[in-house]
């Protein structure tokens, strides 16, 4: 059965702390990992990762993959308010042609 | 831009019910999805499709179904609302021939049972 597991399931900190959130995998066919934020709505994307060790950047976040150990991290730092949401990462399976999510980390930034 | 548009925000309907909920996509995406969320069991897989008329089983079917006659539309059917089928609902599609595995969602429709 594929399964995506991530971890902590919730976590809270101060503003300006950095935060690490994990994700691993078991899936029969990988083909691409994505992340997602989560506020009130619908999820938005953050991340496609393919390959392993390829650092991606945006502003104070950045994301790597590592296909041998089957599993990615979501980095925040110098976090601040707006990043409280739900941070979703799915795998997206070859040949099935689906997508399967984990259960989410709710992070919370306190002022 | 992509737009997924689910056909209502919010619903309210009887237990015994028949439901559906509506998906269009505007970009061509080849495959569509229906998740269910609830508190801290993240996006469940119900039904998918990769094409017009097929489907394929997700992880929690039970209770649901699915129709796609045209490739923009995708649509999931409760047969007979149960008050355990109360969450909230997201349509998503992608188009993996072109590289786009990264899904766009709709902005989901909260079902209440009662």
């Known amino acids: 059965e594929d399964k995506v597991v991530q971890s902590p399931l919730s976590l809270v900190v101060h503003e300006g702390d950095t935060v690490t959130l994990n994700c691993s995998y078991e899936?029969?066919?990988?083909?691409?990992l994505l992340w997602y934020k989560q506020e009130k709505k619908a999820p938005t994307f953050l991340f496609m990762l393919?390959?392993?060790?390829i650092e991606k950047k945006s502003g104070r976040l950045s994301s790597i993959l590592d296909k041998k150990e089957l599993f990615s991290i979501l980095n925040i730092t110098a976090t601040q308010t707006g990043d409280s949401a739900v941070y979703l990462c799915?795998?997206?399976?070859?040949?099935?042609?689906?997508?399967?999510f984990g259960q989410g980390t709710r992070l919370t930034i306190n002022p | 831009d992509v737009k997924v548009t689910q056909s209502s925000r919010y619903l309210v309907k009887r237990t015994g019910e028949k439901v559906f909920l509506e998906c269009v996509q505007d970009m061509d995406h080849e495959n569509m999805f229906w998740y269910r969320q609830d508190p801290g069991l993240g996006l469940r897989l119900i039904y998918f499709?990769?094409?017009?008329?097929?489907?394929e089983k997700g992880d929690i079917p039970e209770g649901y179904s699915v129709s796609r006659e045209k490739k923009e539309r995708f649509s999931l059917i409760l047969e007979s609302a149960s008050t355990n089928q109360t969450s909230m609902y997201l349509c998503?599609?992608?188009?993996?021939?072109?590289?786009?595995?990264?899904?766009?969602f709709g902005q989901g429709t909260r079902l209440t049972v009662v």
């Open positions: 393919t390959s392993s060790g």
């Open positions: 899936v029969t066919n990988f083909r691409s």
């Open positions: 499709s990769y094409d017009v008329k097929m489907k």
């Open positions: 799915a795998v997206y399976i070859q040949g099935a042609q689906k997508l399967v």
């Open positions: 998503a599609s992608t188009s993996p021939g072109t590289g786009q595995t990264e899904a766009f």
